[in-house]
C-alpha cells in the first residue's frame, strides 16, 4: 500500500492563516490579489485543500498581514504540508523553537477539541499539572533555563488549562494515570501532595482514574503516553492521536489507528479503579506526601 500522508498539517497550516488573514482585516479577494494570486487558490489553502503549499505564498501573506514574527512557524508547518511526511496517517513532528514559539501544533489541536482521552503511564499531563510540578519538571528539563524562562514555560502551561476551566463549552476530558505517576517524587513530598489534591478537585467536565499496580499488565505489551483528541463536527477536523516522543511527536487521524488507540484506552480503562474510588486513591496519597 502506498504512503497516504496525513492533512492535519495543511489543516492547521489553513487555520492559523486564515487567523492572521482576519486579523489584518483582509477578505480573501484582497489578500489574494495583493499577492497576486486567485482567490479560490488562496481559499483552498485556508481550508487544508491546497495539493501544493509554495514557500514564496507563505511568506508573502505574512508580510501583506504584518505578521512576520509567524513566519518561521509557519514556515515549517508548511515544509510538512508539502512533504507530505508520514505513513498511513503518521507523521513527525520535531519543529523546535520556532512552532513551540506559535504554542506548537498540538497546543492548537488541543484548543479547538471538544474531547480529549488522555493516558499517561509516566507524569501528569501538562493540562493537569499544578505550577509547583510543572515548574520542577521544567527545571530538569531545561537546566540552563532563567528564572524569567521558567515562569514563561509554566504560564503557557497554565494558559492551556483554561480549555478545561473556561465557564463556555470546557472540554471534557478523561484522564487515566498509571499509579506509577501517583508515587514518583516530582521535586518533593509537598509538590506531590499539591499534585495529588489537584487531580482529586479537577472540574466535573474531568473524568479522572487511577490504574493500581494490583490490577496487572492488562495490555500484554507497553504502550506509552497518548491522547485521542475528538472535534465537533463543525470544525472539519477529524479524531486525532497524538503520541508525545522524546524527539518527536506522532499524530495519527486514520480511522484504523484511531479506533486502536481507543480499544487500548478502554481496556486499560475496564480495569482502572472508578472515579470516586480513584478519588480516594488521590486524597490518600496527597495525606501520605503531608506526613
Known amino acids: 500500500m502506498g504512503k ?20 489584518a482585516g483582509l477578505s480573501i479577494q484582497d489578500a489574494a490579489r ?27 501573506l505574512c508580510q501583506i498581514y504584518d505578521r512576520l514574527d509567524m513566519l518561521d512557524a509557519l514556515l515549517e508547518l508548511a515544509k510538512v504540508a508539502a512533504s507530505g511526511d508520514g505513513e498511513d496517517g503518521l507523521w513527525w513532528n520535531e519543529y523546535g523553537h520556532a512552532i513551540r514559539a506559535d504554542f506548537e501544533l498540538y497546543v492548537s489541536l ?65 484522564l487515566l494515570l498509571d ?50 483528541l475528538d472535534f465537533d463536527r463543525a470544525t472539519g477536523e477529524p479524531p486525532t492521536v497524538y503520541v508525545e516522543g522524546y524527539r518527536g511527536n506522532m499524530y495519527y487521524d486514520m480511522v484504523e489507528a484511531v479506533t486502536q488507540y481507543r480499544n487500548t484506552f478502554q481496556t486499560l480503562q475496564r480495569v482502572a479503579l472508578s472515579p470516586a474510588d480513584s478519588k480516594q486513591m488521590l486524597r490518600r496519597m496527597a495525606r501520605e506526601y503531608e506526613q
Open 34 to 60: 495583493l499577492i497576486e494570486r486567485g482567490a479560490g487558490t488562496l481559499q483552498r489553502l485556508e481550508r487544508g485543500e491546497a495539493n501544493r503549499v509554495r514557500m514564496l505564498d507563505i511568506q508573502a
Open 179 to 228: 499509579e506509577n505517576v501517583l508515587r514518583r517524587v516530582v521535586g518533593n513530598p509537598d509538590v506531590m501532595s499539591g499534585a495529588m489534591r489537584h487531580l482529586a478537585d479537577l472540574p466535573a467536565n474531568v473524568t479522572v482514574q487511577i490504574l493500581p499496580f494490583s490490577r496487572g499488565f492488562p495490555l500484554g505489551v507497553a504502550c506509552g503516553p497518548f491522547v485521542v
Open 110 to 174: 488541543e484548543a479547538s477539541a471538544s474531547k480529549l482521552t488522555v493516558y499517561r503511564p509516566d507524569i501528569i499531563s501538562g493540562l493537569f499539572q499544578t505550577p509547583d510540578y510543572a515548574r520542577m519538571l521544567d527545571m530538569l528539563y531545561f537546566p540552563d533555563a532563567s528564572i524569567e524562562d521558567l515562569d514563561q514555560r509554566v504560564s503557557v502551561r497554565l494558559k492551556r488549562q483554561r480549555v478545561i476551566t473556561r465557564r463556555r463549552n470546557p472540554i471534557d476530558a478523561d
Open 4 to 23: 497516504i500522508p496525513s492533512t492535519i498539517p495543511r489543516r492547521q497550516l489553513g487555520r492559523r492563516l486564515r487567523e492572521i488573514r482576519l486579523e
